[in-house]
């Protein structure tokens, strides 16, 4: 038997809670057994219990990336020479990438679509102990129209039996949940500012996608495309753009957002993208007059997502916190980021932080496992130095990470 306690200044369990002073969280064989506020009682904790003490820290579950795509770099290389590499060149770069977000406090990730098996081949290794990285919940090859966005992955598929098949075909592969392209997006040669597919095929999408037993996400960059994924009965829309037009203009609907807060599914807006891309083109000591007038384009779509996510809150939208990451600059170790954005946009701090546990791992499916610190969970727990509640920068500071109950698990 492996036992560890854990004591730190302060602890958020992740289900919104009231914060647990001077907590002492008893982990036997990698699961929670009893959470303590102050001294432990006689007899209550495992002889020969380690004890790891931060005095100065709050202890919180581990955190949930919700949309991330472990095959890219994030670091700005281009998409379409990238996805040529080989496979071997995306397993290695999605091994890394999930150690970086174990690193970071991250314990889950929820990959949003790799090329051909390569991120089933990544939770393999991982599983076999080859190598040290989050938990992985995978959806394969995002589904697109035959030239869609992200179609170097592999997922083309097209009509009502030809969309069924492939969601088949990617539960037939290992698929946790299955991901959809319902716009264009970031490929070249795709359109964001319209749906990709009929109302008719993501219906049978999403019926499919249930009748497998399996959850579906779809990335959503206009109102009509959020609008189809409403009326299929999707479970989660990733990014819930409004672009109107080529040029990036957006235009919030506020009839799709009660349509959508109505609906129950949850919103993961991934606003961290445009914030990594403007401090990249900020840090240039000179810029050309073509790479001011972009820089001011993101800064601008930065402050309509802001504002949008706004709306979609004081519509009664429900959020979970992803990053993107991967996809232009946005590192693995960036949900912090993300999360100070949820905050600027109306969220609690309490809420933040829920968005990346409990509600994360609610979206994930992992709710019964992790996501809470609480008697019978798995033990992902961190400890940041100082009180995320009271600023949220503290969750940068991560002096301790246990997935499974094993401390720093990439040693």
């Given amino acids: 038997m492996s036992a560890v306690i854990l004591k730190a200044r302060r602890l958020i369990d992740g289900t919104g809670g009231a914060v647990v002073e001077h907590p002492a969280v008893v982990v036997v064989d990698g699961k929670v057994t009893d959470v303590f506020e102050g001294a432990i009682p006689d007899g209550a904790a495992p002889a020969g219990a380690e004890v790891l003490a931060y005095p100065e820290a709050t202890l919180l579950p581990g955190l949930i990336d919700a949309h991330v795509h472990l ?21 290695a770069a999605s091994l890394h990438n999930a150690r970086v977000a174990l690193k970071a406090g991250i314990t889950a ?49 097209d009509g009502v039996e030809g969309v069924r098949q492939k969601a088949r075909e990617m539960a037939k592969l290992g698929a946790d949940y299955i991901k959809v392209m319902g716009t264009g997006g970031g490929t070249p040669g795709t359109m964001s500012w319209l749906p990709s597919f009929r109302r008719e095929e993501i219906r049978a999408l999403a019926d499919e996608a249930h009748r497998l037993g399996r959850k579906i996400g779809i990335h959503c960059l206009c109102a009509e495309s959020i609008d189809y994924a409403v009326d299929a009965g999707v479970d989660q829309i990733e990014h819930a753009g409004f672009l109107v037009d080529a040029a990036g203009k957006q235009q919030f609907d506020p009839l799709v957002a009660i349509q959508l807060a109505h ?28 790479e001011q007038a972009l820089l001011d384009r993101w800064r601008t779509m930065l402050e309509e997502n802001l504002a949008q996510f706004r709306g979609l809150r004081e519509a009664g939208v429900r959020f979970v916190a992803g990053t993107d990451a991967g996809w232009r600059f946005t590192p693995f170790d960036s949900l912090p980021d993300e999360l100070m954005l949820m905050h600027q946009g109306g969220l609690s701090a309490m809420e933040t932080i829920i ?23 798995e033990a992902d727990i961190i400890a940041v130095t100082g009180d995320p509640l009271a600023e949220l920068g503290a969750l940068k500071r991560v002096a301790m990470v246990m997935k499974a109950g094993e401390v720093n698990p990439w040693i």
Wanted: with cysteine; charged share 20%.
């Fill in 71 to 91: 095959n890219l770099p994030g670091d700005g290389s281009d998409f379409t020479a990238w996805v040529q590499e080989p496979d071997g060149v995306l397993v």
């Fill in 109 to 157: 990730l929820r990959d949003c679509g790799g090329r051909g098996d390569t991120t089933f081949q990544v939770r393999r290794a991982l599983d076999l102990g080859l190598g040290a990285g989050a938990r992985l919940v995978l959806c394969g090859q995002p589904i697109t129209i035959t030239g869609g966005h992200c179609r170097y992955f592999g997922g083309e598929a």
């Fill in 263 to 290: 609906s129950g599914a949850v919103v993961c807006p991934t606003m961290a993208v445009g914030l990594y891309v403007i401090n990249k083109m900020e840090a240039k000591e000179r810029r050309t007059a073509a």
């Fill in 355 to 377: 968005s990346a546990t409990s509600a994360a791992a609610k979206a994930l499916g992992l709710e019964a496992k992790v996501g809470t610190i609480r008697t019978g969970m």
